[in-house]
């Protein structure tokens, strides 16, 4: 039974450029969240789907986008990248809005 | 962004000795998970907590949500070189939204 799978597994990108990253939920999970997390720190909440849609959202600002497919699977899109935005990227999914998260390994992203 | 606050921030530790650590938050959360996190991977699950005063062992590690529902305790028995790693605590923020806050993380290092 796979679990959260996520690509690409690193990205390197100049300012400026946009990015898309991918994650496939674990079986049987419908919400995927994405979050980043900064060298050091813990994981910051970006956005939840479930059902298609955004359903919550933390304290990113507009150039971080999603998308959720009928199968689940989502897409993590960052335009206009900074040197800030360098950080592992990381997918969880669950069960529900409210269940317990498990995560994929990430996406290691680096802005030159 | 928002994050809980983990104590301590780091611990060197001896094969075989017991490890204890701490989460706690200024709002009130009704679920807690606990993660660890090792180098190049995802946090990974290892107990959920549903209710205040509830204690959950998974094998060596037992964990305990706080009765005033703003903290939450991780105990690890008799530790081993493989305990190594970034433990996080999360709690589930259901004012207005649900989405898990994350903690900033406790390092723990065994010496053999």
């Known amino acids: 039974d796979a679990g959260v799978t996520q690509s690409p597994t690193h990205l390197i990108k100049t300012r400026g450029q946009q990015v898309t990253l991918r994650c496939s939920p674990k079986?049987?999970?419908?919400?995927v969240s994405w979050y980043q997390q900064a060298l050091g720190q813990g994981p910051q909440f970006i956005f939840q789907?479930?059902?298609?849609?955004?359903?919550q959202r933390g304290n990113f600002p507009d150039r971080f986008s999603g998308h959720q497919f009928p199968n689940y699977s989502s897409e993590l899109n960052v335009n206009a990248l900074l040197l800030g935005d360098s950080a592992l990227y990381l997918c969880?999914?669950?069960?529900?809005?409210?269940?317990?998260?498990?995560f994929g390994d990430g996406t290691r992203l680096s802005i030159l | 962004g928002q994050q809980l606050n983990q104590s301590p921030q780091s611990m060197f530790i001896q094969e075989g000795e017991d490890v204890s650590m701490n989460c706690t938050s200024s709002?009130?959360?009704?679920?807690w998970l606990w993660y660890k996190q090792e180098p190049g991977e995802g946090p990974v699950l290892l107990i959920a907590?549903?209710?205040?005063?509830e204690l959950t062992s998974n094998g060596r590690l037992t964990a305990q949500f706080g009765i005033t529902r703003k903290d939450s305790f991780l105990n690890i028995s008799a530790s081993i070189p493989s305990d190594v790693g970034i433990y996080f605590c999360?709690?589930?923020?259901?004012?207005?939204?649900?989405?898990?806050?994350f903690g900033t993380g406790t390092r723990l290092k065994v010496l053999a």
């Open positions: 969880a999914s669950s069960l529900h809005t409210d269940q317990p998260q498990h």
């Open positions: 079986s049987g999970h419908d919400t």
């Open positions: 999360a709690g589930l923020d259901t004012s207005g939204t649900y989405k898990y806050i």
């Open positions: 907590l549903y209710k205040a005063g």
């Open positions: 789907y479930y059902e298609e849609e955004e359903r």
């Open positions: 709002s009130i959360f009704n679920t």
